[in-house]
């Protein structure tokens, strides 16, 4: 960043909330400059009292309040009506419902030596905390992380638990930023779900929204000018980040990521479609952002991974503040699931129609970007800027995700579109190829059950205007699935019992030995920039890699015949690794005898050989 610390928008801001100051003490601080008084409601056994807040120059105002013996619930007094903590850190009542203070260093701590992996290293598994289990809760997930562990995964990612209307969303309607969703478990459960991660030795990842506020609860309005109407987002009110009064905002959300850092020892954040955020500031905020994580990292002693999801196609993002960049680490790649997701399936509607062909897949893994400068004929434009030299473990690739199923009509998984064998097919590209896979939850097992959209709003309006722009995005006089019935929501839930049926172990199966290949055979996520790394002939995908960690081939067939695929000389250094007809329940072999030197590859089979570091690197 081109400015130093002490000229950053954080010089003057001061942490908001209700903090303990002592034993029965607590300090109350608001941004409030649209307010000329401003009061703390208390709430307690004894009643309600308020207590005056003391006015400053730029527009905060602040109290100490004794006598509380415990941690307060409250209320902010604004012109004789009351309104919870924009910096809420708990709303056991719901959005609408007071504040409740939370003292977080109450928790202890025993994960001192745990550090989160190298992006190499990381395979991501997302997952939606309500639907995860029957329960719904972080102390429910807890009872799987073994079985998440044993899979391979090294990170799990939670899709946004800040809280939200009602007790059934996908969390990108989060109105309270600073509050973990009271239905899930609250400060507390989060923080004991972290705990339990650690010690089975897997990050989190949390996905936080600073794009937008959701549409029912959100405060802010009454308090400062968190929100512009300057430009527009698809989701909610554009938040002020480059107008009048935006250092503060700014500084509102950069305290937010570096909370959920610090007390709760969250590992990375997700931040979820950047794209959606306009700053034309000589400074974006998206810089200052990272630039202020990465100054906690280093006095905590833990990088923190920050990846971010955008629709740019700009490596820009990737890039560091130093060198013109935004600093992220890594960033969700559409470009790579929609290329597979197109060839696999036959959809040309919406973006599927820029896809479809095999040598665009190639291009993902090689360049990260399918479009860097080319015509879009889903935009009708031109899009993207080329990726090429970017290493791969800057890109998180993925054949399903949260987004990619549920914003289907029916939020159908490909375990329902697909025949089996694509779907194997389609998980070995993933894990098998360069860049940080990410798995959504169930994926593993071949769940079924969908993943569907789902509200729990409670103003009427709000939910007809909800189920009309469903209908209308899918084209029906009626939307049939509701996302406000509570049966949306529950049909959604993982169905874990799969994973113990026949076909659920076989596909469990085949993600442990290619997770396991993964990990055994480094030359597979290497990221150093990918220079003829995959090529396209015929229906078949062709992987070479060579590097100081060894070589591999593998092949792909995107074809419903058996193909033949000669191996690159000198053939008698390749070792076998794995076939896709040689694990149990992957399929029988391709009839007919195999020339020798050759892969010989079923109906969407893959084959994987490698040449270890020891054994000296193929020309």
Known sequence: MSESPAESSTDSYRPLGATRVGEREWSFVVWAPRCEQVCVRLYDAGGERDEPLTATDDGYFSAVVGGLAEPPTYRYVLSGDGYADPVSRWQPEGVHGPSRAVDVEAFEWADEDFMAPALRDLVIYELHVGTFTDDGTFDAAIGRLHELADLGVTAVEIMPVAAFPGERNWGYDGVFPYAVQDSYGGPAGLQRFVAACHAERLAVILDVVYNHLGPEGAVHEHF???????????????????????????????????????????????????????????????????????????????????????????????????????????????????????????????????????????????????????YSGFRGRRHGTS?????????????????????????????????PAQCRLAVAVLLLTPGVPLLFMGEEYAETAPFHYFVDHSDPKLLDAVRRGRAEEFDRAVDTLDPADPRTFEHSRLNWSRRDAPDGKAVLGLHQALLAARRNHPIITAPQPREHLAVAVGDVLMLDR?????????????????????????????????????????????????????????????????????AGVVT
């Open 387 to 419: 990726a090429r030299g970017v290493p791969a473990d800057r890109f998180v690739n993925f054949a399903q995700n949260h987004d990619q199923i549920g914003n289907r009509a029916d939020g159908d998984r490909l375990t329902t579109l697909l025949e």
């Open 224 to 374: 400062a000018p968190y929100f512009t109407d300057v430009y527009k987002t698809p989701w909610g009110a554009a938040v002020n980040v480059a107008e009048r009064g935006s250092d503060q905002v700014r500084c509102y959300f950069i305290d937010n990521a570096v909370m959920w850092l610090r007390d709760f020892h969250i590992d990375g954040l997700r931040f979820d479609a950047i794209h959606g955020i306009v700053d034309p500031t000589a400074v974006p905020f998206l810089e200052e952002l990272t630039e202020s994580l990465r100054g906690v990292g280093r006095q905590r002693g833990h990088a923190p991974l920050l990846i971010a999801e955008s629709g740019d196609n700009n490596p820009r993002v990737v890039t560091s503040c130093q060198d013109g960049g935004l600093g992220f680490d890594a960033q969700w790649n559409d470009d790579f699931h929609h290329s597979l997701h197109a060839l696999l399936t036959g959809e040309r509607e919406g973006y599927y129609q820029d896809f479809g062909r095999l040598d665009q897949l190639a291009r993902a893994i090689t360049e990260g970007f399918v479009f860097s400068g080319q």
């Open 546 to 614: 060579r590097s100081d960690d060894g070589s591999m081939f593998a092949a792909f067939n995107f074809s419903a015949d058996p193909v033949t695929v000669p191996l690159p000389p000198p053939v008698s250094t390749w070792r076998w690794v794995m076939d896709s007809d040689n694990l149990d329940g992957i399929g029988p072999s391709a009839d007919g005898p195999v020339p020798e030197g050759c892969l010989s590859l079923v109906p969407y089979g893959f084959a994987l050989r490698v040449v270890p570091a020891d």
